[in-house]
């Protein structure tokens, strides 16, 4: 009903229309919190790991078991939303043009979070990282700037690429 009333009133009044390319446009883009979230997932699993290696679970660590996988989960979710906001909100023809196989290199990340969430494999938590970084490695590349790669400075001490700042 509300959608039929202000349809109606545009009609009338013939309202001027706006876009942006986001909800947003803050112009504020950065693959870090992906990465963190894929490093995340390592850790997560590296975690659930220790607890297999046990020859029994306590009650506290079935606890313990849950809440891992349930932020494994969160965060390969948190990859998938903050890769497909970037490739979705800033990622333009001038970028495609820069980086040809961004469509691919999105899609394999949405699939390689998924396979985080199904299974408990480290090597595809490494995987996921390696894509992640290889997408900021490349997002970075858009913007002019320059990047290196570190381990990172926490669990699970992992490669990561980062901007060159400064």
């Known amino acids: 009903m509300f959608h039929s009333l202000l349809s109606k009133l545009d009609k ?9 390319h986001c909800d947003i446009p803050c112009k504020i883009y950065d693959p870090a919190v992906a990465q963190i979230s894929a490093l995340t997932i390592i850790r997560l699993l590296d975690l659930i790991q220790e607890l297999n290696d046990k020859d029994e679970l306590t009650l506290a660590d079935q606890a313990q078991l849950a809440r891992l996988v349930a932020q494994k989960e969160e965060h390969a979710t948190k990859v998938k939303e903050e890769i497909r906001i970037i490739w979705g909100d800033y990622y333009k023809q001038p970028q495609f043009d820069q980086l040809p196989d961004a469509h691919e ?14 299974h408990i494999d480290r090597a595809m938590g490494v995987t996921l990282l390696e894509l992640v970084n290889k997408f900021a490695k490349g997002f970075w590349l858009t913007k002019g700037v320059a990047t290196f790669t570190a381990t990172s400075p926490y669990p699970p001490a992992e490669t990561v690429v980062y901007p060159k700042l400064g």
Do not use: E, G, P
């Open 12 to 20: 009338q009044f013939k309202f001027d229309q706006v876009s942006a």
């Open 105 to 118: 290199l999105t899609h394999s990340i949405m699939l390689q979070a998924s396979k985080c969430k199904q």
